[in-house]
């Protein structure tokens, strides 16, 4: 059932008791709107996030083995404590996993967490429908053209998934979405459940086995399964779909198999018209009942079909389309091309093939399993959308070369050199020797990334005036200094004027090329993901029923607490009764009703009315209680950080977590002083959110941060999330 569609009671699902519209998690950052969809494994809900924005959250809530107390998950009983705790985490790791799959035809995460004593994933709402209630509305555009375009999409999401080393297990209709665009969007992974159900008999309710879809091996616990068992069940789904009929089921055809019957199963080449030479066929090959007869790969699925000519492309940016043609025959005339409609990057054209081949070759040398391996270099160097042209004619794959050339340029610290002007610029602090341009019609030499930039002030100052657009927009190359020279990471402008005065002119422009962005980048609007606020609760508590209603009784106080400011009442054996004039809800901690409304005091706490009564008294008080309030926030590039307040310092932004250290990058524990290049300080709850809605504005694609590290100051890098 697709997770974008509202859901009644029927006769046919278990009633789950969801969470109720209104119900709040993350600290408050999602909202739940009204339920979706439940089914063995979870229930699924439409949702609003703290930027207003309506997402889906599945909640991982297998009915068979819990309950809900509140909005708490529980096991429903004590021995499935063990399975629970293991599914949750199955859960999680099959989401984390699916967060890193980035695929314009795979459902966006946003966000996996855990609350109420489970877990949950946000992710992007598709607004449309799914694929069986696409084709079957007469008012769609669902022939042959559109059913090959959604399983050559489809295929390459597929593909990506496998070169991932994942498997999806749970590909049918429903978990195909056709969004307002027209777009396919694969959703639901099913690997979790199967992992869960093959650790024991009493999750055997979770496998994932839809009759028709589903091959002979998903029948049987801890078969093998594999990307020809993906691509089986996405062949059933191609088969309804084109049929209007479901395909017999896998176990059938087997039984049919070993008692030496004729396969029951009705091929669909041959049966409908307007589909390219091989497309039906291909569906039907797919569908062979044993693995080893099917086709064992996307990539060779695609080619059935579209040739030999074709491979997926590799996803580190979303591209226009998901098939490369490949005319090895044309790669010369394509390279002659390019040539002659860029010549002015040529040279380093030439420098690049130097150090990098696969910069100018594309994907074309490259094996499937290859394809979708990302590293932040291959990010750098992608750099525009990959235009495909379906036909299999000359020309199949544009190179946008120039912006290419650009992108790695950025990366690899090159120059851009134009027309005659063979020699790279240099650095003011370098020294400087005489060179010899290259004639015009003169391959150039390949340049070595070691190779030093030698130039005459002269032929830079010239080059400067006659390009002065290019000199802003150009990356200045950072050269290696001989060992003569000696450079200071932080020279006093007198000496500088004194040892270099006839380059000051240079060294102005390549200032100001430092400070531009480097290539043309598209950074995310929103490069904060999530932000909420939290309290650390001061002492240890339990929560009861008493004959007047819910009560948290105080057990102990943490003993680096000061009661002179969380309160003088707090002590062992106090009891609560409400807060702010609120009874205590069974449903919710201390710290999600104290969060409901709230407002943080400069000094760091949030301050709430309770009505108490101590121990040994018989009439209850009213009194202030205070909080040490934190603010937790994420980035869209994986980095997330904890401000609070730190008495006479301020407020601190701490860094949490890293998605991976890297030289020159933030490191957990680092402290946030100033951003460099936009010089704010870090010194409120929301100084980051701020400098990165400058830094986006300004179209910088990184942050230079002064940082605090084990006692002493220093300087950082973090790269902004680009689209």
Not at 504 to 528: F, G, H, M, R
């Amino acid at each position: 059932m697709s997770h974008n569609q509202a859901v009644g009671a029927t006769h046919d699902e278990p009633q789950i008791e969801g969470l109720r519209p209104g119900a709040k998690l993350l600290r408050g950052q999602y909202e739940i709107i009204r339920f979706l969809s439940n089914g063995g494994f979870g229930i699924t809900y439409l949702a609003r996030d703290s930027l207003d924005r309506d997402v889906v959250i599945k909640e991982c809530y297998p009915g068979a083995l819990c309950q809900r107390n509140g909005d708490l998950v529980e096991a429903a009983n004590p021995d499935h404590k063990d399975d629970l705790r293991a599914i949750i985490d199955l859960f999680i790791q099959e989401a984390r996993n699916h967060a890193r799959l980035v695929h314009p035809n795979i459902v966006d995460v946003h966000q996996v967490f855990e609350d109420n004593n489970t877990a949950y994933i946000a992710m992007d709402l598709i607004r449309g429908c799914d694929l069986l209630d696409y084709v079957e509305n007469p008012d769609n555009e669902s022939g042959p053209d559109f059913i090959v375009q959604v399983t050559e999409k489809m295929l390459s999401a597929v593909s990506f998934i496998h070169q991932s080393g994942m498997l999806h297990r749970d590909i049918s209709p429903d978990n195909i979405l056709i969004d307002e665009n027209g777009e396919p969007i694969l959703i639901d992974f099913g690997a979790a459940r199967e992992q869960a159900a093959n650790k024991s008999a009493a999750l055997l309710t979770l496998r994932v086995i839809k009759d028709g879809y589903s091959p002979h091996e998903f029948y049987v616990r801890g078969a093998d399964q594999g990307p020809s068992s993906d691509l089986y069940v996405l062949a059933a789904t191609l088969y309804h779909a084109i049929s209007g009929e479901r395909p017999i089921d896998g176990q059938t055809r087997l039984n049919a198999f070993n008692n030496d019957q004729p396969d029951p199963y009705t091929p669909l080449a041959g049966r409908f018209k307007g589909y390219p030479d091989g497309f039906l066929e291909a569906i039907d090959k797919a569908m062979e009942v044993h693995a080893t007869d099917r086709l064992q790969t996307a990539l060779d699925w695609l080619r059935m079909f579209r040739g030999p000519g074709v491979m997926f492309d590799s996803f580190a940016y979303r591209p226009v389309s998901v098939i490369v043609g490949m005319d090895r025959k044309d790669e010369q005339a394509e390279k002659e091309r390019i040539k002659a409609e860029s010549e002015n990057a040529e040279a380093v054209v030439t420098a690049l093939l130097a150090g990098n081949s696969d910069l100018a070759l594309g994907n074309e040398e490259k094996s499937e399993d290859n394809l979708a391996k990302f590293s932040p270099q291959d990010e750098a160097m992608t750099a525009v959308d990959t235009v495909v042209k379906s036909d299999s004619g000359g020309g199949g794959k544009m190179i946008a070369g120039v912006v290419v050339v650009l992108a790695a340029l950025a990366g690899g610290g090159y120059f851009m050199m134009t027309g005659d002007q063979s020699t790279p610029e240099a650095t003011p602090a370098i020294a400087q020797a005489p060179t010899t341009p290259a004639p015009a019609d003169a391959a150039p030499e390949p340049v070595e990334q070691t190779a030093e930039a030698l130039t005459e002030p002269q032929q830079a100052e010239a080059a400067l005036a006659s390009e002065p657009e290019a000199a802003q927009e150009q990356p200045v190359e950072q050269a290696e200094a001989t060992p003569e020279t000696t450079v200071t990471p932080e020279p006093q402008p007198d000496a500088v004027a004194a040892a270099e005065p006839e380059t000051a002119k240079p060294a102005e422009a390549s200032e100001i090329a430092s400070n531009a962005p480097a290539t043309p980048v598209n950074l995310a609007e929103n490069q904060v993901a999530f932000g909420h606020w939290d309290v650390e609760i001061p002492f240890t508590m339990s929560k009861r029923r008493s004959s007047t209603g819910n009560v948290i009784a105080i057990n102990g106080i943490n003993a680096d607490q000061d009661k002179s400011v969380i309160g003088d009442w707090v002590e062992r054996g106090t009891t609560i009764f409400t807060l702010n004039s609120e009874p205590i809800r069974s449903d919710a901690t201390l710290a999600s009703q104290v969060l409901d409304d709230f407002t943080v005091d400069p000094d760091g706490y949030i301050r709430v009315a309770a009505r108490y009564r101590s121990q040994g008294q018989t009439r209850a008080q009213n009194g202030l209680l205070a909080l040490p309030a934190y603010r937790s926030f994420g980035l869209q590039n994986g980095y997330t950080f904890n401000v609070h307040h730190a008495g006479a310092t301020g407020w601190q932004t701490v860094v949490a977590s890293t998605p991976q250290e890297t030289a020159g990058g933030l490191r957990k524990g680092d402290v946030l002083l100033r951003e460099v290049k936009t010089g704010t300080a870090i010194n409120e709850p929301e100084s980051m959110d701020d400098i990165l809605a400058q830094l986006v504005s300004e179209n910088q694609p990184e942050a230079r941060l002064s940082i605090l590290r084990n006692g002493a100051e220093s300087t950082a890098v973090m790269q902004l999330t680009q689209e």
